[in-house]
């Protein structure tokens, strides 16, 4: 079945640092690719759509210069944390739709990235 | 406003057949009812999805009523390994650009 990769699983890092965060999709073009992030015990939360070749739409409430994402191709799209504090630690996970979805078909998702900011 | 609604957590003892409902009385015509779960520290797994009648697939059942407005997600034998947050949601064609928006979910454990 489609399989989408994330990477890296887990990261530490001191506050202040920039995090990339990687999500690809492993057997289909993904036009679209969306970035979540989630709490403990908590749902998970929509922060932007990602789509190839163009701005990120992000969700309301959440910063765009702090969350930098980046679709530049069919397979790729990137999530940069700038300047990561504390409250920044989070589950971060992807997803992507196949381009040829029209509306109707599941969404892939990654692993989760385990992002932690001493 | 939630869009669907569902029981916060609900239990089962393995090997038993396990029904987890889903209230969406606000769908629309258009909309698809999508179930995913999450297993601890994992990223959603797509279940099964379905837009008017009932279906099936190696993973669960979809029982959709005939007004649309709610649905029942159907394990057929629960093991330990379906223990996870189950998520009912709508996902639209058009009003609500295409996005899986995720609720609370139900937590379901499976007892040995």
């Known amino acids: 079945g489609a399989v989408v990769s994330q990477h890296p699983s887990w990261v530490i890092c001191k506050s202040g640092t920039s995090v990339k965060i990687e999500c690809r999709s492993l057997?289909?073009?993904?036009?679209?690719m969306f970035w979540y992030r989630q709490f403990p015990k908590q749902s998970l939360m929509l922060m932007a759509t990602?789509?190839?070749?163009?701005?990120?739409?992000?969700e309301q409430g959440v910063e765009k210069d702090k969350f930098l994402i980046n679709h530049a191709s069919l397979t790729l799209s990137t999530l940069t944390v700038t300047s990561a504090h504390p409250e920044d630690s989070s589950f971060y996970i992807c997803s992507a739709r196949d381009f040829r979805d029209r509306g109707n078909q599941p969404q892939h998702f990654g692993d989760g990235t385990r992002l932690s900011i001493l | 406003d939630a869009k669907t609604t569902q029981p916060n957590s609900m239990e089962s003892n393995e090997e038993e057949p396990v029904h987890l409902p889903c209230n969406h009385s606000?769908?629309?015509?258009?909309?698809?009812i999508h179930w995913y779960r999450q297993l601890p520290s994992q990223g959603p797994e797509y279940v099964i999805h379905?837009?008017?009648s009932n279906v099936n697939n190696r993973m669960a059942s979809l029982a959709i009523a005939e007004d649309r407005k709610s649905s029942t997600l159907i394990l057929h034998r629960a093991t330990l390994r379906d223990a996870a947050v189950y998520y009912c949601?709508?996902?639209?064609?058009?009003?609500?650009?295409?996005?899986?928006?995720f609720g609370a979910g139900t937590i379901l454990r499976v007892k040995s």
């Open positions: 057997d289909f073009q993904a036009t679209t």
């Open positions: 990602s789509n190839e070749g163009s701005k990120a739409t992000y």
């Open positions: 606000t769908i629309s015509g258009t909309d698809y």
């Open positions: 379905g837009l008017t």
């Open positions: 949601i709508l996902r639209g064609l058009m009003e609500y650009g295409n996005k899986l928006v």
